[in-house]
C-alpha cells in the first residue's frame, strides 16, 4: 500500500468516523429481515427506540453488521479509486502512443515529401543531360548554350546530393 493509498484510507476512515460520531443514522439490515436503525448508540425500528428491548448479544451483532457494511462500502470505495487511477493511468498510455501514432505519421509525410522532391531533382538532372548530350551531338550549342547548360546541370546536380541528404536524415 502506497502513502497515498494509506492517506486516502485514513480520510475515509476519519469521514466514516465522524458521520457516524456526528449523530448520522444508520441503516442495518438483519438476518432476520428487520431493518434497524442505529444513531450513536441508540437502535430504532422505524420511529421506535428499542435500545432497552435488546440485549447486548443483539446490540453487538447489529453493530458487527454495520462495520462489515460500512467496511465493505469503504473496500468498494478503494475499488473505485484503484480502478479511476488504471482509468486515468490508461488514458494517458493513450496519448502517448496517439502522441507516437502522430510523430510516425509526420515523419512518413516528411519521408515521402523529401523522397518526391529527391525523385523530381534525379528526373531534372536526367532530363538536362539527355537534352545537353543531345544537341551536343547534333552539334547544335554555341559555347554560351553549353556553359549555360553546363551551370543547370551543376545546379541540378548540387540539387539532387542536397535533397538525397535531406532525405537521408529523415530516415
Wanted: glycine share 2%; aromatic share 4%.
Amino acid at each position: 500500500m502506497t502513502i497515498r493509498n494509506f492517506k486516502q484510507l485514513a480520510s475515509l476512515f476519519i469521514i466514516l468516523s465522524i458521520l457516524l460520531s456526528c449523530g448520522s443514522t444508520q441503516k442495518v439490515i438483519m438476518d432476520s429481515g428487520k431493518v434497524y436503525s442505529v444513531k450513536n448508540n441508540d437502535f430504532f425500528i422505524g420511529e421506535k427506540n428499542v435500545t432497552e428491548e435488546l440485549t447486548s448479544q443483539q446490540k453487538s451483532d447489529i453493530k458487527s453488521v454495520l462495520q462489515d457494511r460500512l467496511q465493505a462500502e469503504e473496500q468498494r470505495a478503494e475499488e473505485l479509486e484503484n480502478l479511476n487511477n488504471q482509468i486515468k493511468s490508461l488514458k494517458d498510455q493513450i496519448k502517448t502512443l496517439e502522441d507516437k501514432v502522430e510523430t510516425i505519421q509526420d515523419k512518413e509525410r516528411n519521408l515521402e515529401k523529401a523522397r518526391e522532391a529527391y525523385i523530381d531533382a534525379k528526373m531534372a538532372l536526367i532530363t538536362k543531360e539527355r537534352e545537353f548530350e543531345k544537341l551536343k551531338k547534333n552539334g547544335n550549342l554555341s559555347d554560351k548554350d553549353k556553359i549555360d547548360y553546363e551551370k543547370d546541370i551543376l545546379k541540378l546536380r548540387e540539387k539532387v546530393v542536397e535533397t538525397k541528404k535531406q532525405l537521408e536524415a529523415i530516415r
